[in-house]
Protein backbone atom coordinates (compact mmCIF):
# COMPACT_ATOMS: atom_id res chain seq x y z
CA UNK A 1 0.00 0.00 0.00
CA UNK A 2 1.17 3.39 -0.20
CA UNK A 3 3.02 5.50 2.19
CA UNK A 4 0.63 8.18 3.76
CA UNK A 5 0.40 11.22 2.40
CA UNK A 6 0.27 14.40 4.35
CA UNK A 7 -3.65 15.70 4.59
CA UNK A 8 -4.67 18.48 2.79
CA UNK A 9 -4.44 22.53 3.97
CA UNK A 10 -7.12 24.40 4.18
CA UNK A 11 -5.90 26.15 1.25
CA UNK A 12 -5.74 23.12 -0.90
CA UNK A 13 -9.09 21.72 0.19
CA UNK A 14 -10.72 25.49 -0.21
CA UNK A 15 -9.44 25.39 -3.99
CA UNK A 16 -10.10 21.62 -4.88
CA UNK A 17 -14.09 22.55 -3.85
CA UNK A 18 -13.76 25.36 -6.04
CA UNK A 19 -12.51 23.57 -9.26
CA UNK A 20 -15.39 20.88 -8.41
CA UNK A 21 -18.46 23.45 -7.87
CA UNK A 22 -16.77 25.06 -11.06
CA UNK A 23 -16.61 21.95 -12.79
CA UNK A 24 -19.66 21.17 -12.14
CA UNK A 25 -21.52 24.29 -13.32
CA UNK A 26 -19.48 23.75 -16.33
CA UNK A 27 -20.50 20.49 -17.16
CA UNK A 28 -24.46 21.44 -16.32
CA UNK A 29 -24.07 24.28 -18.87
CA UNK A 30 -22.99 21.80 -21.34
CA UNK A 31 -25.48 19.31 -20.85
CA UNK A 32 -28.31 21.86 -20.91
CA UNK A 33 -27.14 23.52 -24.15
CA UNK A 34 -26.92 19.58 -25.64
CA UNK A 35 -30.21 18.98 -24.77
CA UNK A 36 -33.83 20.68 -25.48
CA UNK A 37 -37.38 19.86 -24.57
CA UNK A 38 -39.38 18.40 -26.90
CA UNK A 39 -43.07 18.89 -27.16
CA UNK A 40 -43.96 16.74 -24.23
CA UNK A 41 -42.23 18.99 -21.39
CA UNK A 42 -41.82 15.52 -19.42
CA UNK A 43 -39.28 14.36 -22.29
CA UNK A 44 -35.53 15.68 -22.66
CA UNK A 45 -33.82 15.06 -26.29
CA UNK A 46 -31.41 15.63 -28.53
CA UNK A 47 -31.33 18.23 -31.15
CA UNK A 48 -32.98 16.62 -34.54
CA UNK A 49 -30.17 16.39 -36.51
CA UNK A 50 -31.80 16.04 -39.77
CA UNK A 51 -32.36 19.54 -40.26
CA UNK A 52 -28.04 19.52 -40.14
CA UNK A 53 -28.19 17.05 -43.32
CA UNK A 54 -30.49 15.90 -45.90
CA UNK A 55 -28.67 12.71 -45.54
CA UNK A 56 -30.41 10.05 -42.66
CA UNK A 57 -26.97 8.05 -42.05
CA UNK A 58 -25.56 11.11 -41.36
CA UNK A 59 -27.76 12.75 -39.19
CA UNK A 60 -27.85 9.66 -37.38
CA UNK A 61 -23.78 9.39 -37.19
CA UNK A 62 -24.14 12.79 -35.61
CA UNK A 63 -27.41 11.64 -33.27
CA UNK A 64 -24.99 8.83 -32.36
CA UNK A 65 -21.95 10.97 -31.39
CA UNK A 66 -24.15 13.92 -29.42
CA UNK A 67 -25.30 10.89 -27.46
CA UNK A 68 -21.83 9.29 -26.77
CA UNK A 69 -20.69 13.09 -25.64
CA UNK A 70 -24.02 13.71 -23.47
CA UNK A 71 -23.33 9.91 -21.70
CA UNK A 72 -19.78 11.22 -20.92
CA UNK A 73 -20.80 14.25 -19.88
CA UNK A 74 -23.22 12.55 -17.31
CA UNK A 75 -20.69 10.41 -16.16
CA UNK A 76 -18.22 12.85 -15.18
CA UNK A 77 -20.89 14.59 -13.91
CA UNK A 78 -21.93 11.49 -11.29
CA UNK A 79 -18.00 12.10 -10.38
CA UNK A 80 -18.18 15.55 -9.51
CA UNK A 81 -21.15 15.91 -7.51
CA UNK A 82 -19.93 11.91 -5.55
CA UNK A 83 -16.62 14.71 -4.86
CA UNK A 84 -18.77 17.24 -3.29
CA UNK A 85 -20.55 14.91 -1.31
CA UNK A 86 -17.35 13.42 -0.16
CA UNK A 87 -16.42 17.39 0.46
CA UNK A 88 -19.60 17.39 2.97
CA UNK A 89 -18.90 14.41 4.68
CA UNK A 90 -15.65 14.65 5.44
CA UNK A 91 -14.22 11.86 3.51
CA UNK A 92 -12.72 14.10 0.16
CA UNK A 93 -9.09 13.05 -0.45
CA UNK A 94 -8.92 10.19 1.37
CA UNK A 95 -8.62 7.01 -0.65
CA UNK A 96 -11.74 4.82 -0.80
CA UNK A 97 -9.96 1.53 -1.17
CA UNK A 98 -6.72 1.73 1.24
CA UNK A 99 -8.05 5.25 3.74
CA UNK A 100 -4.69 6.89 2.89
CA UNK A 101 -4.96 10.21 2.05
CA UNK A 102 -4.70 11.16 -1.97
CA UNK A 103 -2.07 13.15 -2.41
CA UNK A 104 -2.95 16.80 -3.17
CA UNK A 105 -1.16 16.85 -6.37
CA UNK A 106 -3.07 13.62 -7.61
CA UNK A 107 -6.21 15.34 -6.55
CA UNK A 108 -5.15 19.11 -8.35
CA UNK A 109 -5.03 17.22 -11.90
CA UNK A 110 -8.03 15.24 -11.29
CA UNK A 111 -10.25 16.84 -8.15
CA UNK A 112 -12.95 13.69 -8.64
CA UNK A 113 -10.76 11.08 -7.63
CA UNK A 114 -11.80 8.64 -5.47
CA UNK A 115 -8.65 6.75 -5.10
CA UNK A 116 -4.86 7.20 -4.59
CA UNK A 117 -2.39 6.20 -7.98
CA UNK A 118 -1.39 2.80 -6.54
CA UNK A 119 -5.09 1.99 -5.87
CA UNK A 120 -6.30 3.34 -8.92
CA UNK A 121 -3.21 1.50 -10.73
CA UNK A 122 -4.72 -1.82 -8.88
CA UNK A 123 -8.42 -1.19 -9.50
CA UNK A 124 -7.42 -0.61 -13.49
CA UNK A 125 -5.05 -3.79 -13.45
CA UNK A 126 -8.09 -6.38 -12.16
CA UNK A 127 -11.06 -4.80 -14.72
CA UNK A 128 -8.55 -5.50 -17.57
CA UNK A 129 -7.92 -8.99 -16.05
CA UNK A 130 -11.91 -9.23 -15.59
CA UNK A 131 -12.61 -8.68 -19.23
Not at 28 to 33: D, P, Q, T, V, W
Not at 60 to 79: F, G
Not at 103 to 109: I, K, S
Amino acid sequence: MPATAPSLTREQRASLEAALDARQRELRAELASKLRNQDDPRLVGLRNRLEDTDDWAVADAMAAQDITLVSRDLAELAKVEAALARTVEGSYGECADCGNPIPYARLAAYPAARRCVACQDDAEARERLRR
